[in-house]
């Protein structure tokens, strides 16, 4: 079975951290296109912040911890809390862990997205950020059912978090403020979803580079 | 993928170019561009006067004061290019060692031409006796090689970056290092094999014969490469050279890309893509690029931006050497904006030019990040008398007059950038704490739970927002935490927001403006000591019965950004905007003032339904940026259509209420009165932005 160890695994946080900060200009300029333009600049804020808390000794859950503390208590927004309660249920899912196997890591998916569709009220096909989580998840699991190495279900989720975000474009916003374009909300990504792909897609990268074997 | 790169702001930045004016994207020089179309391009200067956009005379002054300040010096010095504003923000950006930036606009030479004079230009610089020199392909490197000519470097190797190929076009690899070598009197390592191979097996066997193996060997030990980046249009140089296949199947392996870099793909974030070609190229390797000191990299054209994007997020180069209109496409991608042209400093074209277009939003800031917790403080301090922090940081404030024992608490929250809403109005008769988030971002939870816990007196709390799903999100989990303390915490939101959705969905609405009315009724109802119920239920009340329709006419910009949120053409308001910058219902053109009144009055009273005789409160309100001044005219024909509809205004106000940011706009808000709600209306309250009585 290839798995990953928990305790080596909180470098990971700090690339998702990387890759947002990264991508603050890129995020705003979506944002602005149907939101208030700061989704880069607060999403910035919030990983950046966690990535100066973290010293690189951190498990994977306990790196994915502080982030949920940033993002919960500093960040606000929408955001705050969705991400926020996304990794706190991904942490919650692998504390107990010492190593992470194909199985655990797709609870561990499973239980972020149960906290995000709890706290939010969208549902998939709403241009939000579950339209990118939820078929990453799905290909991911779908893989790893099909007896595909742990590897290859990490590429399907990757590019199944990508092609979900890019099904946004097509989308009507339901909820959030973009909603309340109806029909206008139409023709642009959801930041929510392209944030979401960077970070589902820098965590698969992640794990695959520190598989074993 | 390629709208990151988007087409959109390139396109914005090409668009920045005022009429009459300078270009933004030739930097602050004119000097410059005039001695470039003059010496390099050779044009006359009357053409010079056309392009530019002034008098022959003044041509003919730039060219004078150009070389006596020692610009033109036969040849334009290359220093001067690079200190153009584009190379200069290029470099900062992408943390570049250096980069240059061809003006790259007029003159009849073809933009490989150009570009191939300015790549040339900056070899001549770059190359030092010893380099070994690795060289890639395509036009640009073919074209900065063949105006190349550099005397008496001893020592100098140049090595074929990639294998051969069979392509019917003059810049195959073979040529381009050729090309380069006789240029630089330099040796020639060509790769004796073909750059792709149709089989892994066959790869692997080519790279073991000495010779190739010896070729490829010098690859490691290149301290500079010059190479073009690839983008994947159709008749991209990757295609139209027969370097590889064009079927569909191919290109659906390589859906991801965005362009390539000898031979091998990569996506937007310059990562490689894996696909049918791994394994079979013959040639240097995107480590090896990586991991070589001096990395330049040659390309210029709009089709090209995203490919040149993420060839410099992946790290591959360090020396961009581009034209000005792809440069600041590059930037524009990535979400930096060049800062305009300031030709304050040259000779000023003589004829009323338009000024050029703003692209960064001036305003009184110290580091943007800080500017919520700045604003904070002073505002904290302003209003000493009214607020205090609840604990110790100013995102939760609480009135010094306010929470007693036995009434209810009302806390308010919102993001910041709408000043004076909330903090404006906490305070005796109106609510009792605020939290406060980041530039339009609700609260987290742990200041809204501050605030509640502060103002609980026994009776109970009410939580009063506006309606957007980071609020309902925050102040809910506040709320769940402050009922775990066993305070009773009851919800309303605000909605009153015509334009933000159908009368059916009167719950989807947004809160702007109209807060205001709902704060005041909500405050004064606590302060007369009701329960919480009747709190609640008065709230809701005034909440149904107001009404508020924006209308923008420039966008607001934020501290962080400074750049607009949304752009408004010359002539056109945006009708129904909310105080976010989301855009409203309609966008048309800009009316005048009773026009621009009557189409706002016309939404409110078909919603409102007023009976003759009804009472309205007004709040005409001002979104940032827009003066009193013309409040009043609005206002003035708002009254005038009330009048002849037999409404009475009972109460108004007229100013900065909620605003967004520096928004050029107003709203309008009315609320339906009756007995009750004017009573609260005019409850005694004393708060920084608001007081009665």
Known sequence: MERISNADAGGIVAEIARVIVANKAYLSEIDGKIGDGDHGVNMAKGFGRTAEKLDGTESLDEAMSVLSDVLMSEIGGSMGPLYGMMFSGMAEAIEEAWEIDAVLFGDMLQNGLDEVKDIGSADVGDKTLLDAYAPALDAYRSAIGDGKPMAEALDAMRAAAEAGRDSTIDMIAKVGRASRLGERSRGVLDAGATSCSLILGTLAEGVKRRLDG | MAAKAGTGPAAAVGSARSEGGVPLRFGDDLLLWASWLYYEEGLTQSDIARIIGVSRASVISYLADARERGIVNIAIKTEKLRSLTIAKAL????????????????????????????????????????????????????????????????????????????????????????????????????????????????????????????QLASLEELNRIVFGIASLRPNSTLYSSGFLNDTPKFRDAYSGAVGAIAGHYIDDMGRRIDGPLDGRIIGISLEQIAATPQRIAIASGID??????????????????????????????????????????????????????????????????????????????????????????????????????????????????????????????????????????????????????????????????????????????????????????????????????????????????????????????????????????????????????????????????????????????????????????????????????????????????????????????????????????????????????????????????????????????????????????????????????
């Not at chain 2, 073809?110 to 690795?134: C, Y």
């Not at chain 2, 309205?616 to 009048?643: C, D, F, H």
Request: hydrophobic share 40%; with cysteine.
């Open chain 2, 91 to 214: 470099q900062e950006h992408f943390g570049l060692k250096d980069c240059l930036v061809i003006p790259g606009e007029g003159g009849g030479r073809s933009p490989f031409e150009s570009l191939g004079s300015g790549g040339a230009q900056a070899l001549r610089s770059i190359i030092k006796p010893g380099d070994t020199i690795g060289v890639g392909w395509g036009r640009s490197v073919l074209a900065a090689a063949e105006r190349l000519s550099v005397d008496g470097l001893q020592d100098v190797r140049v090595v074929q970056a990639t294998g051969s190929t069979s392509a019917h076009v003059p810049y195959t690899p073979a040529a381009c290092a050729t090309a380069m070598a006789t240029a630089i009197r330099a040796e020639c390592i060509p790769i004796s094999a073909p750059a792709i191979v149709s089989r892994r097996e066959l790869r692997d066997m080519l790279v073991q014969e000495t010779p190739v193996q010896e």
């Open chain 2, 304 to 693: 090209k931006v995203p490919a040149i994007l993420a060839a410099l997020r992946g790290g591959f180069v360090n020396v961009l050497i581009t034209d000005a209109a792809t440069g600041a496409g590059i930037l524009s991608a990535d979400g930096r904006e060049i800062q305009p042209a300031r030709a304050a400093a040259t000779p000023v074209p003589e004829t009323g030019t338009a000024l050029p277009a703003r692209s960064s939003v001036k305003k009184f800031l110290n580091t943007p990040e800080d500017a919520v917790d700045e604003a904070l403080e002073g505002a904290v301090a302003e209003h000493a008398a009214f607020l205090r922090p609840v604990r110790d940081s100013n995102r939760a404030l609480i009135a010094r007059n306010g929470p007693r024992e036995g009434k209810v608490g009302l806390v308010i929250g919102g993001g910041s950038g709408h000043d004076p809403c909330f903090l404006g109005y906490v305070g005796r008769g109106m609510a009792d704490a605020v939290a406060i988030g980041n530039v339009f971002a609700s609260p987290p939870p742990g200041p809204i739970f501050d605030c509640t816990r502060a103002v609980n007196r026994g009776a109970g709390v009410l939580h009063l927002f506006g309606n957007y799903s980071g609020d309902v999100m925050n102040f809910e989990m506040a709320a769940e935490m402050a009922q775990m303390e066993g305070i009773e915490v009851s919800t309303v939101v605000t909605t009153d927001d015509i334009a933000s959705s159908a009368a059916e969905d009167r719950s989807g609405r947004r809160g702007v403006a109209g807060n205001l009315f709902v704060f005041k009724v909500a405050g004064a109802a606590c302060d007369r000591m009701m329960p919480l119920s009747q709190v609640e239920l008065l709230a809701r009340k005034a909440n149904r019965r107001t009404f508020t329709v924006g209308v923008a006419l420039e966008s607001c910009s934020l501290p962080e950004t400074r750049r607009p949120l949304f752009m408004l053409g010359e002539g056109e308001m945006e009708v129904g905007v909310g105080v976010h910058g989301e855009p409203g219902v309609l966008r048309q053109s800009v009316e005048t003032a009773d026009d621009t009144a009557d189409l706002v009055v016309d939404r409110i009273l078909s919603e409102m339904d007023p009976a003759r005789g009804d009472e309205v409160a007004l709040l005409l309100n001002s979104l940032g940026s827009t003066p009193l001044m013309e409040l009043y005219i609005v206002g003035r024909r708002v009254r005038q259509r009330l009048k002849a509809r037999g409404i009475s205004v009972a109460r108004s106000w007229a100013g900065h209420y909620c605003t967004s940011l520096d928004m050029v706009g107003m709203s309008v808000t009315m609320m339906q009165l009756d007995e009750q709600l004017r009573d609260l209306l005019d409850h005694p309250s004393d708060t920084p932005a608001f007081r009665i009585g």
